[in-house]
């Protein structure tokens, strides 16, 4: 107890220190970035929703909003590349994340970690199996194993006829897990490593997920998961942490 109490403190004062240092340095670009967005449509650059955070409580979390207004309203939480509603300078952002950089403000208020599993709107949160619902045991993060593993998410839903479903068959499981596994291995260290490699995907994705596999293969993590994350072999539908069955139908979305 005493240890995790002393592990959580220590996340917490580096959380504080590293997002605080993170708005000061960026603090031109994210300026910069604001800019563009206004210009194209003069409408707010901020998109604001609510996301789950730890213990199941909402927050709401601040991100730069890269579609167009109302997007949200539209019902699919799920977003391909090919999405029409992404704005064209919203693709930019998108490619280079640049849109997650106004969470370090989530990060300092204490709503989110700068490691952590990424946080989710409620509608996906209701459908977690309950081995999922351990997810929420933690603060989320910004970054983590799965958001370098599936940095391409908008590629993989592209063209699917329904990418909330395709989300639930192929991205959920394996990010789930990946997730799981987090939980399971945190420590300051490890939230290093993964900082670095989140950067390193920034330059060179192919080499971020070499990192990660040499990173999880230490962690002693299972050959499913390495394999995973090394993303040299096409995504299979597959069912969800907690449960056998593969996600086919909008209906089955709530089984448990």
């Not at 403190?9 to 670009?29: E, H, N, Q, T």
């Not at 839903?157 to 909330?164: F, I, M, Q, V, W």
């Not at 399971?184 to 490593?193: C, M, S, T």
Request: glycine residues 6%; contains cysteine.
């Amino acid at each position: 107890m005493l240890k995790n109490l002393l592990s959580n403190l220590i996340k917490r004062i580096f959380d504080m220190v590293a997002s605080l240092f993170g708005i000061l340095l960026l603090s031109p670009l994210i300026v910069l970035v604001i800019l563009l967005i206004w210009v194209k449509d003069c409408k707010s650059p901020f998109y604001i929703s609510e996301r789950i955070g730890k213990d199941e409580k909402p927050f709401k979390i601040i991100k730069l909003r890269t579609m167009i207004v109302g997007a949200d309203l539209k019902g699919v939480d799920s977003t391909a590349s090919n999405d029409k509603r992404i704005t064209p300078i919203g693709h930019i952002i998108r490619n280079y994340k640049l849109d997650e950089l106004t969470q370090l403000w989530n990060v300092l208020k204490g709503d989110m970690s700068l490691v952590g599993p990424r946080p989710n709107v409620k509608r996906e949160t209701d459908i977690y199996t309950s081995t999922e619902k351990s997810l929420l045991s933690m603060r989320p993060g910004i970054t983590d194993f799965a958001s370098i593993v599936f940095s391409d998410e908008g590629k993989i839903l592209s063209g699917k006829a329904d990418p909330d479903i395709a989300y639930n068959q192929l991205i959920r499981p394996g990010k789930n897990e990946l997730g799981l596994f987090y939980i399971a291995n945190r420590g300051l260290g490890v939230d290093l490593k993964i900082i670095f490699a989140t950067l390193l995907s920034i330059i060179s994705r192919e080499k971020a997920l070499k990192l990660l596999v040499r990173y999880l293969t230490k962690l002693q993590a299972n050959s499913e998961l390495i394999r995973l994350a090394s993303r040299k072999y096409n995504l299979a539908p597959k069912p969800p942490p907690g449960t056998s069955r593969i996600v086919t139908t909008r209906e089955q979305l709530n089984f448990d």
